[in-house]
T-cell receptor, first 112, second 116 residues
Framework: DSGVTQTPKHLITATGQRVTLRCSPR?????VYWYQQSLDQGLQFLIQ???????AKGNILERFSAQQFPDLHSELNLSSLELGDSALYFC???????????FGPGTRLTVL | SQELEQSPQSLIVQEGKNLTINCTSS?????LYWYKQKYGEGLIFLMM?????EEKSHEKITAKLDEKKQQSSLHITASQPSHAGIYLC????????????????FGQGTILTVHP
């Protein structure tokens, strides 16, 4: 158990819908990262927050957004969902940018 | 990412054999991270290397980062079926301004099968 929790574990929805994925980092970790893993693209960085502020962005679609709350948990919002958004979404956390980065169990999103 | 290449893509070994997985970057790294993943599950942190020439070991797994900080190897001694899975290397690199905010770029993974 990495100490990073993610909910829900599985999510099945339809095209055009909007979903919210939730992540709680390890106790004391200020940085939260979101990654997407798919068969064709592999594991890709989406976005990073540090102590509530956005720090780095990857190839995140405009339909996707995230935020980190004062209690340091984070949410990833995916809207206008398309079939191609089906993937495993991981959250990771670290104490500092140069620290070990621990991953949660992931949320498997299926868009039908 | 083509900037981070892992080799081999897959590996099948007999239990008890030693094996090595390589991870090569086209650019200098600030940090190199090794993870293990069971299919469809989360990534298990193995080791993080930051200094040129650094070597770390945990149980039967040893990871090294070369002096130029562009290549890393993961070596498993006397492999066991429990070592089977997908091994991923992740690179932490500086952005255009020279800062690294911690985001990782991953290789495509190496699928390891260990036959009893």
């Amino acid at each position: 158990d990495s100490g990073v929790t993610q909910t829900p574990k599985h999510l099945i929805t339809a095209t055009g819908q909007r979903v919210t994925l939730r992540c709680s980092p390890r106790s004391g970790d200020l940085s939260v990262y979101w990654y997407q893993q798919s068969l064709d693209q592999g594991l890709q960085f989406l976005i990073q927050y540090y102590n509530g502020e956005e720090r780095a962005k990857g190839n995140i679609l405009e339909r996707f957004s995230a935020q980190q709350f004062p209690d340091l948990h984070s949410e990833l919002n995916l809207s206008s969902l398309e079939l191609g958004d089906s993937a495993l979404y991981f959250c990771a956390s670290s104490a500092r940018w140069a620290s070990e980065q621990f991953f949660g169990p992931g949320t498997r999103l299926t868009v039908l | 990412s083509q900037e981070l290449e892992q080799s081999p893509q897959s590996l099948i070994v007999q239990e008890g054999k030693n094996l090595t997985i390589n991870c090569t970057s086209s650019k200098t790294l600030y940090g190199l991270y090794w993870y293990k993943q069971k299919y469809g599950e989360g990534l298990i942190f193995l080791m993080m290397l930051q200094k040129g020439g650094e070597e770390k070991s945990h149980e039967k797994i040893t990871a090294k980062l070369d002096e130029k900080k562009q290549q890393s190897s993961l070596h498993i001694t006397a492999s066991q079926p429990s070592h089977a899975g997908i091994y991923l290397c992740g690179a932490r690199r500086p952005d255009a301004g020279g800062t690294s905010y911690g985001k990782l770029t991953f290789g495509q993974g190496t699928i390891l099968t260990v036959h009893p």
